[in-house]
T-cell receptor
Framework: AQRVTQPEKLLSVFKGAPVELKCNYS??????LFWYVQYSRQRLQLLLR??SRESIKGFTADLNKGETSFHLKKPFAQEEDSAMYYC????????????FGQGTTLQVKP | KAGVTQTPRYLIKTRGQQVTLSCSPI?????VSWYQQTPGQGLQFLFE???????NKGNFPGRFSGRQFSNSRSEMNVSTLELGDSALYLC??????????????FGQGTRLTVV
């Protein structure tokens, strides 16, 4: 079964602390993994994807096929990082279908 | 370029009625996907349309249907509304061809409340 699991509903850290939002997936082929972010009163937007291997707003994520994980990390959290974060999977082939995890609310306290 | 536009932004309907939601994708995008977002279930895929054809379908009852027009605009329809259909309905557009540019752009959603 295709599934994305984000075990934490809420992650609360202090400004300047490291952040790791966990994401595990279940998929039998070669999926494409994404992190989407939704800031308060804004639309859902792409943060990063595994094929780009880039750092956006200080966030990075590495695809670990052995552990079927795609954890999102940032060494020093900022208050403006407070948002809802969704991990998502797209299967192989021509498809726009995204399978989302339940989301993790990141709260960065001053 | 203009983003994904969903109309209306808010809707209140009565149980048993039907509703139609509209989505205008980014110019040039041929794939439109619909999602239902609720606090309990999160974001769930409804269906995807590409070049006026349904390409993928989620696990929703037949009361949920959609279509896409030649200009890529899409509509989704929910018939015989139930209280549990209350949700934020999101539309996402993407180029839809190949695997190079796969970013999906989301609209702001239509908030449907069934009373």
């Amino acid at each position: 079964a295709q599934r994305v699991t984000q075990p934490e509903k809420l992650l609360s850290v202090f400004k300047g602390a490291p952040v790791e939002l966990k994401c595990n997936y279940s998929y039998s082929g070669s999926p494409e993994l994404f992190w989407y972010v939704q800031y308060s009163r804004q639309r859902l937007q792409l943060l990063l994807r595994h094929i780009s291997r880039e750092s956006i707003k200080g966030f990075t994520a590495d695809l670990n096929k052995g552990e079927t994980s795609f954890h999102l990390k940032k060494p020093f959290a900022q208050e403006e990082d407070s948002a809802m974060y969704y991990c998502a999977l797209r299967g192989s082939g021509n498809t726009g279908k995204l399978i989302f995890g339940q989301g993790t609310t990141l709260q960065v306290k001053p | 370029k203009a983003g994904v536009t969903q109309t209306p932004r808010y809707l209140i309907k009565t149980r048993g009625q039907q509703v139609t939601l509209s989505c205008s994708p980014i110019s040039g995008h041929r794939s439109v996907s619909w999602y239902q977002q609720t606090p309990g279930q999160g974001l769930q895929f409804l269906f995807e349309y590409f070049s006026e054809t349904q390409r993928n379908k989620g696990n929703f009852p037949g009361r949920f249907s959609g279509r896409q027009f030649s200009n890529s605009r899409s509509e989704m329809n929910v018939s015989t509304l139930e209280l549990g259909d209350s949700a934020l309905y999101l539309c996402a557009s993407s180029p839809g061809t190949g695997s190079v540019d796969t970013e999906a752009f989301f609209g702001q959603g239509t908030r449907l409340t069934v009373v």
